[in-house]
């Protein structure tokens, strides 16, 4: 089946720090690729997107291109700041079983200190 | 345009009570779907509902049970309350004709189980 595996948190960073959370995932087929972030006590929010290979999401300084020959989704941002302190999910969007279904990874917390 | 709806914000309850959680979603989204987020846990899929019908169940008892109203708001019924529900429960809508489910997320219901 789908799955995501994205590193293991929690990862701590200084402030203007360069972040980058992997994500590698399995699926049949052409997934769309999201990264979601959760502040504490939120619910999750949609930071990218990628449809397909070699498209770039990008959104607030974060960015992660579609790599279909390494099945990965890397989710980066050059400067961290205090603010990005979140947990952040890798999540696959791909038709499984005739339906369109979502796979989560399991989340990376980020930490930035400042 | 609001957002996901989710209520209430926060539920205590004791073992073998049932529990009632409620989400209306996005105006113009008919998908729905649950998930629950145990502490330290990623997402586990629940339950999704797509126009007033349960399309798929993740990998819980039937317990965890939930209906789709006419206008497309949602309720996650879970009975026999056991300690190990306690957990964060998300629930998440999609537009109709979305083809690559992006999801939008409610701020959950935070389910205590004493």
């Known amino acids: 089946g789908d799955s995501v595996t994205q590193m293991e948190g929690p990862v701590t960073l200084s402030e203007e720090a360069f972040l980058t959370i992997n994500c590698t995932y399995t699926a049949t087929g052409y997934p769309s690729l999201f990264w979601y972030v959760q502040y504490p006590g939120e619910g999750l929010q949609l930071l990218l997107k990628a449809t397909k290979a070699d498209d770039k999401g990008s959104n607030k300084g974060f960015e992660a291109t579609y790599r279909k020959e390494t099945t990965s989704f890397h989710l980066e941002k050059g400067s961290v700041q205090v603010s990005d302190s979140a947990v952040y999910f890798c999540a696959l969007s791909a038709y499984s079983g005739g339906y369109q279904k979502v796979t989560f990874g399991t989340g990376t917390k980020l930490q930035v200190i400042p | 345009e609001a957002g996901v709806t989710q209520s209430p914000t926060h539920l205590i309850k004791t073992r073998g009570q049932q529990a009632t959680l409620r989400c209306s979603p996005i105006?113009?989204?008919?998908?729905v779907y649950w998930y629950q987020q145990a502490l330290g846990l990623g997402l586990q899929f629940l339950l999704w509902?797509?126009?007033?019908?349960?399309?798929n169940r993740g990998n819980f008892p039937p317990r965890f049970s939930g209906r789709q109203f006419p206008n497309y708001s949602s309720e996650l019924n879970v009975n026999a309350l056991e300690l190990e529900d306690s957990a964060l429960y998300l629930c998440?809508?999609?537009?109709?004709?979305?083809?690559?489910?992006?999801?939008?997320f409610g701020p959950g219901t935070r389910l205590t189980v004493l």
């Open positions: 509902y797509d126009e007033g019908e349960e399309r």
């Open positions: 105006s113009g989204h008919t998908s």
């Open positions: 998440a809508s999609r537009r109709a004709g979305d083809s690559y489910n992006e999801q939008f």
